[in-house]
T-cell receptor, first 113, second 111 residues
Framework: DSGVTQTPKHLITATGQRVTLRCSPRSGDLSVYWYQQSLDQGLQFLIQYYNGEERAKGNILERFSAQQFPDLHSELNLSSLELGDSALYFC????????????FGPGTRLTVT | GQQVMQIPQYQHVQEGEDFTTYCNSSTTLSNIQWYKQRPGGHPVFLIQLVKSGEVKKQKRLTFQFGEAKKNSSLHITATQTTDVGTYFCAAPSGGYQKVTFGTGTKLQVIP
């Protein structure tokens, strides 16, 4: 158990819909990262927050947005969903920025039908 | 932007054989991390290398950081079925905030 929690574990929704994925980092970690992993693919970095502020952005679509709240939990919002958005979404946390190891949550498997 | 390539993409080995995955960067790295993702699981941090030429061992796993800090390798001696999974290297970029993950090497161990 990494100490990072993600909900829900599975999500099935239809094209055009909007969903919210939630992540709670390990106790004491200030950084939260979001990754997308399609079937048998690598980890695509989406976005990173540090202590409530956005610090780095990857190839995140405009239909996707995220935020980190004062209690440090984070949410990833995916809207106008397309079939190609079906993937595993991981949240990870670390003490600070990229120089520190990341602890991954179990992921949310999103299926868009 | 920074690219981190890993080779091979896939590797099948007989149980007991050795395995090596290589990670190459287009830029000098401040440090490099290695993660393992079991089938159906999430990536798990293995180790971090910081110094030029650094070598670290974890039981049957040996991690190496190149002298120029542009490449790294993970070597597993006498693979076991528990070694099955995808191994990723990762390196900080973008002012140390972002982490770029390598493309990963998927290891299959044939019993």
């Amino acid at each position: 158990d990494s100490g990072v929690t993600q909900t829900p574990k599975h999500l099935i929704t239809a094209t055009g819909q909007r969903v919210t994925l939630r992540c709670s980092p390990r106790s004491g970690d200030l950084s939260v990262y979001w990754y997308q992993q399609s079937l048998d693919q690598g980890l695509q970095f989406l976005i990173q927050y540090y202590n409530g502020e956005e610090r780095a952005k990857g190839n995140i679509l405009e239909r996707f947005s995220a935020q980190q709240f004062p209690d440090l939990h984070s949410e990833l919002n995916l809207s106008s969903l397309e079939l190609g958005d079906s993937a595993l979404y991981f949240c990870a946390s670390s003490v600070a920025g990229g120089a520190y190891e990341q602890y991954f949550g179990p992921g949310t498997r999103l299926t868009v039908t | 932007g920074q690219q981190v390539m890993q080779i091979p993409q896939y590797q099948h080995v007989q149980e007991g054989e050795d395995f090596t995955t290589y990670c190459n960067s287009s830029t000098t790295l401040s440090n490099i991390q290695w993660y393992k993702q079991r089938p159906g699981g999430h990536p798990v941090f293995l180790i971090q290398l910081v110094k030029s030429g650094e070598v670290k061992k974890q039981k049957r796993l040996t991690f190496q950081f190149g002298e120029a800090k542009k490449n790294s390798s993970l070597h597993i001696t006498a693979t076991q079925t528990t070694d099955v999974g995808t191994y990723f290297c990762a390196a900080p970029s973008g002012g140390y905030q972002k982490v770029t993950f390598g493309t990963g090497t998927k290891l299959q161990v044939i019993p």
